[in-house]
């Protein structure tokens, strides 16, 4: 929805005028490389879409913080005094949780009005969670320090983790830092070589030289996924622990090169472990390979990375399924593709794909075609263009 048009819903919803409406947007995201490497300290490479979250806010004169949305018909409506009450809640909790997390880091909240309007796919592994958590924490931020007369910019790293730690205690979800910092901190055609360790990062230019991004969704209901996600970081857990007794100073994963994997690798004597263990420190060394092959324009080593990684995923890491290992086998059937891997957490989710300009029709036709045929599912396809990260959008 257009802003004009979101801030008469607001009115038509909450009353008022429009005067004194706040606009804040904050974007989804899609890996290139690095996958399941945030949390164990590793490297990844995420870039900002243009599918994002968007909110209108209003400050209010209680505590209460309202909810809505343009495409749900229910509100919710919670105190900022008993935020501990709506974890349960389907809809609603990643930006309460937000708020909790906001109050406990000492931001002197003030009750708002919100409403949601979301172009991102849901539950399709683009980090819709991390928009609407990050385009929250700025919203909220942002007014609290108004209303109590604080003269500073809201740090967007600092609503990354906060957005982080919203879904790790509050959504209950595990995961790392990488979909919030990619939503907070994007820049239009670039994509962010984040570290995940002590969260130093660059924006490395995208030059994709006639070459699209394409996203393949495989439209599959995701099951059980957070449960698997959080088995994969324990057996990672369990990986390190055994390496540092050889390897001491190590912290994480991220800390140990291949190497030094290759040197003490038989001391993780569960095959299943050794296997995750491997693909995160290979993967780590592929990021690095990654940004190297843009900085050098080598776009057709950036894609072999790209499929490495894929196979990586599917073989040592066993996140893939049959649906995203349908969706890149096909991709790369196309003339023009230069790359095709998972990205996201996996069981389901998307795809991302490099291809030429000129193959994008043919793709999408093809791929859908034979993901059709092979899996009965219809995906969906989109041509997104790499965006800026969470920001006020201010009008004249
Ligand atoms: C999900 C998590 C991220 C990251 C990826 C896998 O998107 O939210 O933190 O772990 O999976 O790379």
């Known amino acids: 929805m257009e802003v004009q048009e979101l801030k008469k819903r607001f009115i038509e919803i909450y009353g008022g005028t429009e005067e004194g409406l706040r606009v804040f947007e904050s974007p989804g995201r899609v890996n290139l490389i690095g996958e399941h490497t945030d949390y164990n300290g590793g490297f990844v490479l995420p870039a900002a879409l243009t599918m994002k979250t ?219 472990v050794r296997k995750r263990v491997e693909h995160v420190i290979s993967e780590n060394d592929r990021v690095k390979k990654s940004v190297e092959a843009l900085y050098e324009d080598d776009l057709a080593e950036f894609g072999r990375l790209m499929i490495q990684s894929h196979n990586s995923l599917r073989d040592l890491y066993e996140v893939t399924g049959i649906e995203l290992d349908t969706l890149v086998e096909e991709a790369l059937k196309i003339e023009g593709v230069i790359g095709s891997r998972m990205t996201g957490a996996g069981f389901g989710g998307c795809t991302v794909s490099i291809v030429k300009e000129e193959a994008v029709d043919d793709f999408i036709e093809k791929v859908g075609a034979k993901y059709f045929d092979r899996t009965g599912l219809k995906a969906s396809f989109y041509a997104s263009e790499v965006g800026d990260g969470g920001k006020e959008i201010k009008q004249a």
């Open 54 to 272: 968007t909110v209108v806010a209003r400050p209010r004169t209680d505590r209460r913080v309202n909810l809505a949305a343009t495409d749900l018909d229910f509100r919710v409506s919670a105190s900022l005094d008993s935020l501990d009450e709506y974890k349960d809640l389907k809809w609603g909790n990643y930006q309460l949780g937000v708020a909790d997390e906001l109050q406990k880091a000492g931001y002197p909240l003030v009750g708002c009005d919100l409403l949601y309007d979301d172009t991102v796919p849901h539950g399709g592994g683009l980090s819709s969670s991390a928009a609407i958590e990050v385009a929250t924490a700025l919203a909220l931020a942002t007014l609290s320090y108004e209303a109590n007369g604080i003269k500073k910019e809201v740090d967007m790293i600092e609503m990354a983790k906060i957005g982080q730690k919203a879904e790790n205690n509050y959504v209950g979800v595990n995961c790392g830092i990488m979909d919030q910092f990619a939503s907070a901190m994007g820049r239009k055609n670039h994509a962010i070589f984040l570290d995940c360790r002590d969260l130093s990062y660059k924006l490395v230019p995208l030059n994709l030289k006639g070459c699209k991004i394409v996203i393949s969704n495989t439209n599959k209901k995701r099951s059980l996924a957070s449960s698997k996600y959080n088995e994969r970081r324990s057996e990672c857990e369990k990986g390190l622990k055994i390496l540092k007794t050889v390897l001491p100073q190590a912290t994480c994963l991220g800390d140990i090169t291949y190497e030094q994997f290759t040197r003490y690798k038989d001391l993780i004597e569960n095959e299943t």
